[in-house]
């Protein structure tokens, strides 16, 4: 049975004549060592027909459908056109592809039979290397242009239309947010002990991380600290008795005096941490709307935090979809359970 061969071009469709196959035979590795030699793989393939593409919007399209396995009415027309299939009888011929995909539909659709394997492979790999030689009127400067617009196209359509990453944002904003629970502890923690060398009392007062570093910005100097302060800490902490406290504790202070840098950067790198936490809690609202736009039903059932750390885990929401109860139960746990099997 004679091969045909159909070649996907970035400029076209090019359907090429396997003329050859007699002298060589089905031999995947005589295909091999003639392709790199134009004057032998030449013997082997001939050029039947070429359908160059309209624009680029056009090959941006005829691109989409292949990769989905779908055969074009423009790929149709053109395969009846050159292979001039009579209806009512078999085919003397086979259509070799590179996709099996697309050749089920081509062999569905107009009964031609069509193969994918290694030895059609091979002469594709040839016909590639040398199409600019085959099309007379094809530059090599212009076959590179096509692929690389063709590839840019391609790749960011496929970028802009996946609907199965709308989780992505939630899975970056929940790995966003343990990052800066971490940084906010750290940064907070070092505020404190930092600000304790001025004003160590303070520590016991206020617990709060994110109040310490926002009382640490007001107060400043400890021994400028007084009355008419209290209305200004009891905004900041909702408690005046606090407040006052504060203000007392820092007329008897064994905390050293610091000198105005020392205070600057204090409450420069104070400011920082408030502006961590504060954006810590946007991001927490961002990802409570988020979750209830795209997971719903999972954000009522066990809340945003806790669904979203799930979709992180499974790697996507139609992952997690598609886990059995079973693999939730352990999705938890799974460190304590690694923990618990390595300690024997």
Known sequence: MKLKVLFESASGFALFDAHGIDEIGQNTEAVSNSVTDLNRFGKVVKLVAFHPFSSALDALNQCNALSEGIMTDELRNFLELNLKIKEGKKPKFSLGLAEPKIGSHISEETKIPCQSNEFVLELLRGIRLHFDRFIKDLKPTDLEKAQLGLGHSYNRA?????????????????????TLDKDVNSFSMRVREWYSWHFPELVKIVNDNYLYAKVAKFVENKSEL???KILGLTEILGDEDKAKEIVEAAKASMGQDLSPIDLINVKQFAQRVMDLAEYRKNL???????????????????????GARLISHAGSLTNLAKCPSSTLQILGAEKALFRFLFSF
Request: glycine share 2%; no cysteine; hydrophobic share 50%.
């Open 158 to 178: 496929k970028v802009k239309f996946n609907v199965n990453r709308v989780d992505n944002m939630v899975i970056q904003a929940i790995f966003m947010l343990d």
């Open 226 to 228: 007084s009355e008419d």
């Open 284 to 306: 927490h609202e961002y990802l409570v709307t988020k979750m209830n736009d795209i997971a719903p039903n999972l954000a009522s059932l066990i809340g945003e935090m806790v």
